[in-house]
């Protein structure tokens, strides 16, 4: 049965962050509060994981692991949900927050060691709850 929802997280092997991200979201998706949503891991060193991150068309290759949120639509598949405040960053999400689409991804410039925060993470599956 498909949910309303799919993350999909872009990392690759041997990445720290991609684990620490890929745990943050299990832990997350255990709760029967986040029972909409799926994850699905795209490793972009291996050939799929890569078709998926060029068809996404949003993720800078430098600022991986990365999440973009899908939706689920009438034909079964998934889109991007849109972020209705494009290009727009905000107090949780600051910089790693994706310009089009709503998702995130690591941003290594800052202060806060490059990872993605558990905050972050429910900021932006709240909003695409609420797109």
């Given amino acids: ?9 872009f990392g690759k092997t041997g990445c720290e962050k991609c ?8 832990r997350l998706f255990a709760d029967a509060q986040w029972q909409d949503f799926e ?13 998926a991150f060029c068809r ?3 993720v800078n290759p ?11 639509t009438a034909a079964g598949g998934y889109v991007p949900v849109l ?8 107090p949780i ?10 998702g995130l991804q690591t941003d290594y410039g800052e202060a806060g060691s490059g990872l993605i925060t558990p ?3 429910e900021a932006v599956l709240n909003e695409a709850r609420a797109s």
């Fill in 56 to 58: 996404a068309q949003c």
């Fill in 19 to 26: 684990k620490v991200l890929n745990r943050r979201l299990d």
């Fill in 39 to 51: 994850k699905q891991y795209c490793d972009v060193e291996t050939e799929d994981g890569l078709i």
């Fill in 83 to 90: 972020n209705r405040r494009e290009g727009a960053a905000d």
């Fill in 1 to 9: 049965m498909s949910r309303p929802f799919r993350v999909m997280v």
């Fill in 93 to 102: 999400c600051r910089r790693s927050r994706l310009y089009q689409y709503v």
């Fill in 119 to 121: 905050e972050m993470i």
């Fill in 62 to 72: 430098s600022r991986i692991p990365a999440l973009l949120v899908t939706q689920n």
